[in-house]
């Protein structure tokens, strides 16, 4: 199952591409975008690290278009691994500005196979109990597990009956 940053709120919610539960909004639309921010590319702890980074964004400003340029220039700066972005000229100031007022403190890239940040920032240790295996390889790999399980039981059940 994916843990995702809601990039309204900064809420760590279920699934990349499902409302948040704590504030009722879409993802935003951009399928890319949304499971960039998931633990396919990132670790869990990183996702709650962002989120309360952008806590400190909305903080300083209601405009929403403001609010998601700041994060992902945030990202961009400290996270190159998910994302990079170019500001355009229009809005440069005033994501600096809300940067700035934010003082966020710096947050490092944490692998997916290291889901609870519990190694080295930035290090991509493999191994551990899912073998560096994604969340959702894990899960895929559980759902063929299923289906063979299933279909074995099926042709014992119909040898039986």
Same mark, same amino acid.
């Given at each position: 199952m994916t843990t995702a940053l809601c990039l309204h709120c900064g809420a760590t919610k279920f699934g990349a591409l499902c409302p948040c539960?704590?504030?009722?909004k879409e993802a935003t639309g951009d399928p890319t975008l949304d499971i960039a921010f998931s633990d396919?590319?990132?670790?869990? !702890? /990183? #996702? @709650?690290?962002?989120? !309360?980074?952008?806590? #400190? $964004?909305? @903080? =300083?400003t209601d405009d929403e278009r403001i609010q998601i340029w700041a994060l992902l220039e945030f990202v961009s700066r400290n996270c190159? =691994? $998910?994302? /990079?972005? /170019? #500001? @355009?000229?229009? $809005?440069?100031?005033?994501?600096e500005d809300?940067?700035?007022k934010a003082d966020a403190p710096p947050v490092e890239w944490r692998s997916p196979s290291d889901p609870f940040g519990d190694g080295e920032p930035g290090a991509d240790r493999g191994g551990g109990s899912g073998g560096g295996l994604t969340c959702g390889m894990r899960l895929i790999l559980f759902? $063929?597990?299923?289906?063979?399980?299933g279909a074995l039981v099926g042709y014992v059940l119909r040898r039986l009956f």
């Open positions: 539960s704590s504030c009722g396919h590319h990132v670790s869990v !702890r /990183t #996702l @709650e690290e962002l989120g !309360r980074v952008k806590g #400190l $964004i909305n @903080e =300083q190159p =691994q $998910i994302l /990079t972005v /170019t #500001l @355009e000229a229009d $809005i440069a100031p005033a994501v809300v940067l700035a759902m $063929i597990a299923c289906g063979v399980v």
